[in-house]
C-alpha cells in the first residue's frame, strides 16, 4: 500500500528535481508503510526524520537555483517550505508524546500538501528554469 505515487503530472521538467520529488514520494511511502505495521516508535521516528532531512535538503536545492537566477518568487516559496516543517515539527510532537498515536494525520498532512506544493507551487518555476537552462 503506497500513500502516494508519482506520475507526470507532477513533472516539472528539471530531472534533478523531479528525481527528488520523487524519492520524498518513496520515503514518505516508507513512513507510511511503518506506520500501519506494529512497528516501534523508534522505527517511526527514524523513517520520519530520513523523509524531514531529505526534504530538508530538497527545500535547500530548490531554493538555491531560484535564488541563483532571482527568481521574482523565491521568498514566498521559502515561507511554503518553512510553514512545511513548522506545521510537521508540531505534528511530530504530538506523535512523539503520545498524543497523537494516529499516524494518518500526519500522512494525510505530507502527501496533501507534497500534491498541492509540486503542482500549485513548484509548477510556477517551471519555465523560469528552463529559460535559465536548468534541465
Known amino acids: 500500500m503506497v500513500a502516494i505515487s508519482w506520475d507526470d503530472s507532477y513533472s516539472v521538467h528539471v530531472e534533478s528535481i523531479d528525481a527528488q520529488h520523487k524519492k520524498i514520494m518513496s520515503l514518505l511511502n516508507d513512513l507510511h508503510r511503518i506506520s500501519i505495521t506494529d512497528a516501534g516508535d523508534q522505527q517511526l521516528e527514524a523513517a520520519l526524520t530520513s523523509l524531514l532531512e531529505y526534504t530538508r535538503a530538497h527545500f535547500h536545492y530548490e531554493e538555491s537555483f531560484l535564488e541563483k537566477f532571482h527568481f521574482p518568487f523565491v521568498k ?60
Open 76 to 135: 514566498s516559496h521559502q515561507e511554503k517550505h518553512a510553514g512545511f516543517f513548522t506545521a510537521i515539527e508540531r505534528i511530530k510532537k504530538e506523535l512523539l508524546n503520545g498524543r497523537g498515536k494516529n499516524n494518518k494525520k500526519l500522512i494525510n498532512y505530507m502527501v496533501t500538501w507534497l500534491k498541492y506544493h509540486i503542482v500549485s507551487e513548484d509548477k510556477q518555476y517551471v519555465c523560469f528554469m528552463l529559460e535559465h537552462g536548468i534541465k
